[in-house]
């Protein structure tokens, strides 16, 4: 079993930063993907960026260059930094981990991006 507790949102002007943290009950090191994930009102929950337990990482094209996922695996704790915010970008943002057996979600955490 797993916690997954995200951190971080709120609301914040175009072209401001955030960064989100999720913090696990316990090593993450046991997950062999952490990923964000983000959901805006109306539509389906997709993937942001992943990590992987090796470091390797990967983007949706439309948060390339401007959005950083890392990990700290002394803290169990996955980031993502988030410069150059877009109003666009505006939804609830999830953390996901994925094991061998079974994956897991955070409850969410809402950003705003609003002038």
């Given at each position: 079993?797993?916690?997954?507790?995200?951190?971080?949102?709120?609301?914040?002007?175009?072209?401001?930063?955030?960064?989100?943290?999720?913090?696990?009950?316990?090593?993450?090191?046991?997950?062999?993907?952490?990923?964000?994930?983000?959901?805006?009102?109306?539509?389906?929950?997709?993937?942001?960026a992943d990590i992987s337990s090796g470091?390797?990482?990967?983007?949706?094209?439309?948060?390339?260059?401007?959005?950083?996922?890392?990990?700290?695996?002394?803290?169990?704790?996955?980031?993502?930094?988030?410069?150059?915010?877009?109003?666009?970008?505006?939804?609830?943002?999830?953390?996901?981990?994925?094991?061998?057996?079974?994956?897991?979600?955070?409850?969410?955490?809402q950003v705003t991006?609003?002038?």
């Open positions: 079993q797993a916690q997954l507790v995200e951190s971080g949102g709120g609301l914040v002007q175009p072209g401001g930063s955030l960064r989100l943290s999720c913090t696990a009950s316990g090593s993450i090191l046991r997950f062999n993907i952490m990923a964000w994930y983000r959901q805006a009102p109306g539509k389906q929950r997709d993937a942001v470091g390797s990482t990967n983007y949706v094209d439309s948060v390339k260059g401007r959005f950083t996922v890392s990990r700290d695996n002394a803290k169990n704790t996955v980031y993502l930094q988030m410069n150059s915010l877009k109003p666009e970008d505006t939804a609830v943002y999830y953390c996901y981990a994925l094991t061998d057996r079974r994956d897991y979600w955070g409850q969410g955490t991006v609003s002038s």
